[in-house]
């Protein structure tokens, strides 16, 4: 990703890219080994996203989104706002709730029955902090941007063993739960789930053509 991100010209074409990875903890550049709590055996991996540590294992779809923001017309806040969007609309198509939670990025799905709400603002905070009430993460999210051009993206949790998410504080929020579609009831195979969210993507982050000139 940096090294196709460091030869990109104003004519390269944005790509995503859709991987599944071997178990692994990933610590973003704002992360704080404190947050590790027991690793055991999976290796740890300093990475140059922005956030916290997270888990990344088979059964998740991980979206990389290689994209230029500058012909795109947009920031990393809206880079960011349009991911989560694209995961609220996959899960919609499954019929599983989710929402936002003001504070901390990513998409958050509700553990009570609920309907689902893709452009909900997202929940509010509880007493000044991110309130996790009734949710579990399902997709983390984390983004670097170079010479403004986007790398890294989104995991979403599909049907995978989530015992490792319990060797660290995820995103950094200890006792955060997690969840994926298969615990929700959903049983989708990986590559539908990931053909339905770069889908999803593919519509929010694309650019318009140019006029020509």
Known sequence: MRAYTA???ADSADEIWLVEHPPVYTLGLAGHREHI??????????????????????GQVVAYALIDLRRLGIYVKELVYRIEQSVLQTLDAYGIAATRVCGAPGIY?????????????????????????GLAKIAAIGIRVSNGRSYHGVALNVAMDLAPFGGIDPCGYPGLQTIDLATLGCRTRWDDAARTLSGRLAIHLAASPRCPT
Request: glycine share 16%; proline share 16%.
């Open 7 to 9: 030869q990109r010209s």
């Open 37 to 58: 709590l027991a690793p055991g055996a999976i290796p740890i991996v300093a990475s140059d996203r922005g956030g916290q540590v997270t888990y990344h294992g088979p």
């Open 109 to 133: 799905a509700h553990l009570a029955p609920g309907p689902a709400d893709p452009s909900a603002p997202g929940r509010g905070a509880c007493a000044g902090a991110p309130c996790f009430d």
